[in-house]
């Protein structure tokens, strides 16, 4: 990545801004450096700790520019691309340029930026990290969220040249996040996910009796935001192409609560929502879905210490970006699981658990 310009341009009353205080730059896309990559991404990277809204702001409001035309959050970058990026405070220079007045985002921002954290690493080389993400983790900032796991593994690795997402969880799902170490890797991560070439499969606790079996769910999906400006999704005819394959793996009965089944999801789409939006949609929420679920359930749960959406990233099977090989990445099954299940009654296992907890994998039976 090549920064052609670090000066600050003039301001809108004709003045110069302080030496001190952060400067337009206008950055040259590089092939090792931002080819093929979205623009919200690669601005997460250039300007780490700003929240992603903030960014998404200055996008809109067209301060960020690319080969001097305006632009949306999700295009793709080309070699060659000149992109504008007006001052904004960044993790490294918060502390100085608070000190000569510049306002961060919404105002303030601290001087430390994003606190580090170390997760549960699953598989790591040169080119590639796998975590188990925790529930209640967002995997980056933005939305009133001021850091997700990306910024704080950044954070704890300061060392890292590069390290970016290859997909996303939603906050409440836990379980199997794979990151790119290398813009190489990273490309061919993206590639496999979006040809339906990687192996990804969920499981979670949903509200019924589904069948001990597989059943194919295809519905379009549509996203939309509500009056209050949350982001929601619906079927509805004309959306989105979306198919979760959905097989049930154990049925159990809890006291004052009902019949509740662990189900694995496989999905050959990767839509926002989709496995939550399919299952609710076929009468079968998510337990502890707080978007799409059934609330008074969810709310009798709570109150017995059952608190989380049950909805896990069980597993990931892909090719290894450098090398070729396959590989079987698997999370361990949350403990919230297990106790949930364990203060059911079994009334009825398809065969494909292992103590009623964990799916095998189809190529290993």
């Known amino acids: 990545m090549n920064a052609l ?5 003039a301001s809108p009353a ?12 206008r950055l040259e896309v590089d092939e090792d450096a931002g080819g093929g990559q979205r623009l919200d991404n690669f601005l997460m990277r250039h300007c780490k700790g700003v929240p992603k809204s903030h960014l998404y702001q200055l996008i809109r409001s067209g301060q960020v520019r690319v080969n001097g035309k305006r ?6 970058l080309s070699v060659g691309d000149l992109v504008r990026v007006p001052p ?16 961060g985002p919404s105002g303030a921002f601290g001087p430390r930026g994003a606190p580090p954290a170390q997760f549960a690493v699953l598989f790591e080389d040169e080119a590639v990290l796998a975590i188990d993400k925790p529930a209640g983790v967002a995997v980056h900032g933005g939305s009133g969220i001021a850091h997700g796991a990306i910024e704080r593994l950044r954070a704890a690795r300061p060392q890292a040249k590069f390290l970016e997402l290859a997909h996303r969880l939603d906050r409440e799902t836990s379980g199997v996040l794979l990151l790119g170490k290398k ?16 192996d990804k499969r969920y ?44 097989t049930g793996l154990e049925q ?29 949609h076929a009468g079968f929420p998510i337990v502890g879905d707080e978007k799409y679920g059934d609330f008074a359930l969810n709310k009798l749960l709570d109150k017995t210490s059952h608190k989380r959406m049950f909805l896990h990233a069980i597993s ?4 290894h970006p450098i090398d070729g090989r396959t590989i079987t990445l698997e999370a361990p099954l949350p403990e919230e699981f297990r106790a949930l299940m364990a203060a059911g009654r079994s009334i009825g296992r398809s065969g494909r658990t292992d103590g009623g907890t964990r799916p095998q994998d189809e190529s290993q039976r």
Request: hydrophobic letters at 40%; a positive charge; proline letters at 4%.
């Open 5 to 9: 310009s670090t000066k600050a341009e």
């Open 14 to 25: 004709g003045r110069r801004t302080s030496g001190a205080r952060p400067a337009v730059r």
């Open 71 to 76: 632009c949306r959050p999700d295009d793709r």
């Open 88 to 103: 904004v405070v960044t993790g490294q220079s918060a502390q100085q340029a608070l000190g000569e007045g510049a306002v």
């Open 183 to 198: 813009r190489a890797a990273l490309l061919s991560l993206h590639a496999q996910l979006r040809e339906r070439l990687a």
């Open 203 to 246: 499981l979670a606790i949903v509200v019924g009796r589904w069948p001990l079996r597989t059943k194919t769910v295809q519905q379009p999906l549509h996203r939309f935001l509500t009056p209050e400006g949350e982001r929601r999704v619906r079927v509805q005819v004309g959306g989105q192409e979306a198919l979760t394959r959905v």
């Open 252 to 280: 159990f009965e809890v006291a004052g609560v009902g019949v509740l089944t662990l189900v694995e999801a496989k999905i050959e789409t990767g839509r926002t929502h989709q496995i939550r939006v399919h299952l609710a």
């Open 316 to 319: 990931m099977k892909f090719r």
